[in-house]
T-cell receptor
């Protein structure tokens, strides 16, 4: 089956570091995406990993281990505006053509002063 | 560079009616996918189009359909609307379906069925 798990909610303090974990089991794999979604808005692309390792982009970093079916999103120097839902999504490839994103339920992050 | 554009942004329909939503992908993007987002089910894949062909389809009833035009613009249609179809409908575009490392979402169409 297709399954993506991430914590439902997390709380962190402004200026701190937070790590949001994601584990997945999918029939196919062609990359893992992280999106940020503020309430009432569309998801915004944050990162993409297709090979094992760490991808760093400013205050955000994303890590992937394909053998473990595991990824995390690391947010540094947290700001109040980082309060949002963070969505982990795996691109499942069918017959080597096209693909669909399978999403986790999202992690609601609350950043407190 | 313009982003993914969806119209209309908000609409209210009555049960039994039908609705058509439109999506214009980022220039140069040929793959367009549609997703439904509800509080209970999260984001769920509806279908994907590439070069005017439906390449993948999610587990939704036949009331949900779509198409893609030669200029890569896409429409989705929901017929015989039900209360449970109330959701945010999101369109996403990418350079290609199977490769390419970025998938961008539009702002979505908020559908309320009463």
């Amino acid at each position: 089956g297709q399954n993506i798990d991430q914590p439902t909610e997390m709380t962190a303090t402004e200026g701190a570091i937070v790590q949001i974990n994601c584990t997945y089991q999918t029939s196919g794999f062609n990359g893992l995406f992280w999106y940020q979604q503020h309430a009432g808005e569309a998801p915004t692309f944050l990162s993409y990993n297709v090979l094992d390792g760490l991808e760093e982009k400013g205050r955000f970093s994303s890590f992937l281990s394909r053998s473990k079916g595991y990824s995390y999103l690391l947010l540094k120097e947290l700001q109040m505006k980082d309060s949002a839902s963070y969505l982990c999504a795996v691109r499942d490839v069918i017959y080597n053509q096209g693909g669909k994103l399978i999403f986790g339920q999202g992690t609601e992050l609350s950043v407190k002063p | 560079k313009a982003g993914v554009t969806q119209t209309p942004r908000y609409l209210i329909k009555t049960r039994g009616q039908q609705v058509t939503l439109s999506c214009s992908p980022i220039s140069g993007h040929r793959s367009v996918s549609w997703y439904q987002q509800t509080p209970g089910q999260g984001l769920q894949f509806l279908f994907e189009y590439f070069s005017e062909t439906q390449r993948n389809k999610g587990n939704f009833p036949g009331r949900f359909s779509g198409r893609q035009f030669s200029n890569s613009r896409s429409e989705m249609n929901v017929s015989t609307l039900e209360l449970g179809d109330s959701a945010l409908y999101l369109c996403a575009s990418s350079v290609e379906g199977a490769s390419g490392n970025t998938i961008y979402f539009g702002e979505g169409s908020w559908l309320t069925v009463v």
